[in-house]
């Protein structure tokens, strides 16, 4: 039969457009021993139309065909810079689109004491909200339950904004394809562990520390934009204790910086190129003090600075009308130099290996076994002892580093 069980595992995305077009309803996705979902067809019930193969990104993607211009960009708003990864570009044009009565579509997490930490894709429709969406979180987010509902905005003739990342991105440009009310910006991405693994990582983390983890940041600006530090929140009796979220310590951060634990279509992702799929693509302007040092002092790192490839008739449009951006024109060459997935997927070691197997053996607590042995027991513990040692003199350096902007979340 011409259906998607013919797709090769390790090109499927997990995006959902099959199950999502195939008029039988023939398809659903299951979770695989590592949490990864991925599409399952009832032969039974295929009425062998070919749908879900025509509508797979895997099988051909639709790049936009305009020559790319590049931008080092940033919005140096006090109220929304600080809650942003990297210059707050997503916020911006979130705030420009809701402004014309649009709806914004993006990745929202929740912490409900039943189900744990989730990410899925969520529509907002006012300003008020956008800090739901802004911040990346580095796990893959569902969007089982946000398509139908842009399906209904675009029939509806509502304007409609999607921020994801790349795949995530090609799925909804094909789902919904022709739309001329569908604007996107694709992240640049090196890859997504699967939902179980995060939250596997916060009951050990839980256990460990006899409390409830509340809040989860992946990237705290309060430590700097580069830092890629975060912070976890977590309730013991009557108060919340912030521990830190960093890749050296973490096994869940550290593996996800060295890029063992992605599903196996980002080790051949497609979307890693200069070639890209969304209107605009927006990441993180790596390397720009070195590439282009006079606009990384106009931008001023402290606010994070962002690459933003506009990529489309519709891209430029949007970079118009965000007024409020400051942006430099700059090479998109520039911009590859420092950035890994603008060039390749990324890559793994053979560390995966020994990771895949200890989880599907011993759960996260194995993985974490695993890490601590690769990192080596007394590199962790200079390591402590060297944080231990910045923390004094963070906290000593703190109230000149960065005004303190944060408060809603
Ligand atoms: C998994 C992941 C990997 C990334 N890897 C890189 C990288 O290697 N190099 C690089 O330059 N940049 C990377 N980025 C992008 C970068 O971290 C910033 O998200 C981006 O620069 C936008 O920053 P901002 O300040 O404009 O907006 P922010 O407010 O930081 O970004 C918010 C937008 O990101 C989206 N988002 C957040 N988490 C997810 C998620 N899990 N899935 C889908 N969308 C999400 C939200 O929907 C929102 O629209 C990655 C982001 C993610 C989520
Ligand atoms: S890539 Fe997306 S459309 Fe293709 S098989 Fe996987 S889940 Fe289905
Ligand atoms: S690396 Fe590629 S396949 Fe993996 S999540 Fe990112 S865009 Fe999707």
């Known amino acids: 039969m011409k259906n998607i069980n013919r797709i090769a595992r390790n090109t499927c995305t997990g995006c959902l457009a099959c199950e999502y077009v195939c008029p039988a309803n023939a398809i659903c996705h299951k979770t695989d021993k590592f949490g990864f979902f991925y599409p399952e067809v009832s032969e039974r019930i295929c009425i062998d139309c070919g749908w879900c193969l025509a509508y797979c990104p895997s099988e051909s993607v639709d790049f936009p065909l305009i020559e790319a211009e590049c931008y080092a960009a940033n919005w140096r708003n006090e109220t929304y810079n600080q809650q942003s990864t990297s210059g707050g570009v997503f916020a911006a044009i979130a705030k420009m689109f809701l402004s014309k009565k649009g709806v914004v579509y993006g990745a929202a997490a929740s912490l409900e004491m039943d189900e744990g930490y989730s990410v899925e894709h969520q529509e907002i429709e006012n300003q008020e909200q956008i800090y739901l969406l802004q911040g990346s979180k580095y796990v893959q987010s569902s969007m089982d339950r946000a398509l139908p509902k842009i399906g209904q905005r675009l029939k509806e003739e509502r304007d409609v904004l999607f921020c994801g990342t790349p795949c995530q ?67 013991r009796n009557n108060s919340v204790e912030e521990l830190p979220f960093e890749s050296f310590f973490s096994s869940y951060y550290g593996l996800f910086m060295r890029g063992e634990t992605y599903r196996e279509s980002c080790y051949s992702c497609q979307y890693a190129s200069a070639d ?110 060297y944080r231990m040692l910045k923390k004094i003199k963070d906290s000593i350096l703190k109230s000149q580093e960065y005004p303190n902007l944060r408060g809603r979340a």
Not at 184 to 201: A, E, R
Not at 210 to 230: A, C, P, T
Not at 375 to 380: R, W
Request: with cysteine.
């Open 169 to 235: 991105v090609a799925a909804v440009k094909r789902i919904f394809h022709g739309s001329d009310h569908l604007y996107t910006l694709d992240l640049v991405c090196h890859g997504v562990p699967s939902q179980q693994m995060l939250k596997d990582y916060i009951s050990m983390i839980e256990k460990k520390n006899r409390g409830k983890v509340v809040k989860i940041e992946f990237r705290d600006k309060k430590k700097g934009w580069e830092s890629v530090e975060g912070t976890i929140w977590i309730q």
């Open 276 to 385: 890209r799929v969304g209107d605009i693509t927006i990441g993180d302007f790596w390397g720009i003090e070195e590439t282009n040092p006079d606009i990384a002092e106009k931008l001023d790192k402290k606010y994070g600075i962002s690459v933003c490839i506009v990529n489309s008739e519709k891209g430029k449009q949007m970079m118009e009308q965000a007024t409020m951006l400051t942006r430099v024109h700059v090479q998109l060459q520039d911009a590859q130099i420092h950035s890994q997935n603008l060039n390749e997927p990324s890559k793994h070691s053979p560390l995966r290996q020994a990771v895949l197997s200890a989880y599907s053996e011993g759960g996260w607590e194995a993985v974490d076994r695993v890490y601590l042995k690769h990192v080596g027991l007394k590199s962790y513990v200079n390591n402590r002892w």
